[in-house]
């Protein structure tokens, strides 16, 4: 993992992630006077909001202390934040949708949600520090797989599945390299960006690929096809373990020969700055997010004929992601 270089909530970052104590509990908060300044403080994972607006905690809290602690303070603070439950809140947020969590994901991308991710992912200057090294976490990882592929002799003429392509970040070079892209969005908004935008770099030059890359409003479930590669970015943190396990062996029967997928790593230390977010959780938060373990997301690759050959982690300040390519070995 790379070192990671700023606080979150006034705990350090410098070189290996660090610990997270309690101090306190029972008493009102004291956050540091760092986290005193900072007015937004955000924890960000796999290019959707881990936690958002943990920020003014020393202003916005009174329950918990935190402190730089070791291992067994992570532990006490762990149980604290998860008796602090937030599914309340939560349930509250899925009124509007009957429970249906993959509508709400649609829904949050269709409107605040858009406006925000198209900032993101876009070349606006007109984002915070935060959103920024966002921006820059997901380019990174867009990046290691665009090197990945002009390694193994690119993507000319091949098939390619891009599920969840916000706004084509990977499918649009992807295209630009001569692949048949099928590219598609759980948000019909997204998917047309992702269009508008690789238009628009056709009509300033760029070369379009023999085959027109194809931009689709569908949820995972409804792709189909076969292809030669599948790619799913920064997707699986809408998905349980138990979803994203189905999700996982959809994506691989799509796959004759490459499956490569990006997700939030579940880690203790991950995990805590997640719950921490929980419950603080910004004006625009509508979804839930999950970390999934490797070893687990690892299982389900092999189980449906796949063996990992490459894997990478990027890890900025607020963007946490763990990449994985598979190949398959046999038909499962």
Not at 161 to 190: E, K, N, Y
Not at 225 to 232: A, E, L
Not at 275 to 304: M, Q
Request: proline fraction near 3%.
């Amino acid at each position: 993992m790379m070192a990671m270089t700023k606080n979150v909530a006034g705990v350090s970052q410098m070189g290996a992630p660090p610990t997270l104590g309690v101090r306190h509990a029972s008493t009102s908060v004291r956050a540091t006077p760092q986290s005193r300044r900072q007015q937004m403080i955000k924890t960000q994972a796999v290019g959707v909001d881990v936690t958002e607006a943990v920020g003014m905690i020393g202003e916005a809290s009174s329950n918990i202390a935190l402190a730089v602690g070791g291992s067994a303070a992570v532990a006490a603070l762990s149980a604290v934040l998860i008796a602090a439950d937030p599914e309340k809140r939560r349930a509250e947020q899925m009124k509007e949708t009957d429970g249906d969590e993959l509508e709400a994901v649609k829904k949050y991308f269709n409107t605040s949600g858009f406006d925000r991710w198209r900032k993101i992912y876009g070349e606006t200057d007109d984002v915070n520090k935060v959103q920024l090294d966002i921006r820059e976490g997901h380019a990174q990882t867009v990046e290691k797989v665009l090197k990945w592929i002009d390694e193994e002799g690119g993507v000319e003429d091949v098939s390619v599945c891009d599920a969840g392509c916000g706004t084509g970040s990977l499918a649009i070079p992807l295209a630009l390299r001569g692949a048949a892209v099928s590219a598609s969005d759980i948000s019909a908004a997204m998917a047309s960006e992702a269009e508008r935008r690789f238009n628009e770099e056709v009509a300033k030059g760029a070369q379009a690929p023999r085959v027109a890359p194809v931009f689709e409003a569908k949820d995972l479930e409804s792709c189909s096809g076969k292809y030669n590669t599948v790619t799913c970015l920064d997707v699986m943190i809408h998905y349980p373990q138990n979803k994203a396990d189905d999700m996982i062996t959809h994506l691989a029967n799509l796959a004759d020969d490459r499956l490569i997928i990006s997700f939030a790593p579940k880690t203790l230390y991950y995990s805590v700055l997640k719950r921490i977010g929980e419950l603080f959780p910004g004006p625009s938060k509508a979804t839930r997010a999950y970390l999934h373990a490797e070893e687990d997301v690892e299982a389900t690759l092999k189980r449906n004929g796949f063996e990992v050959v490459k894997r990478e982690m990027t890890a900025t300040s607020f963007y946490f992601s763990r990449l994985l390519e598979a190949k398959r070995v046999s038909n499962a």
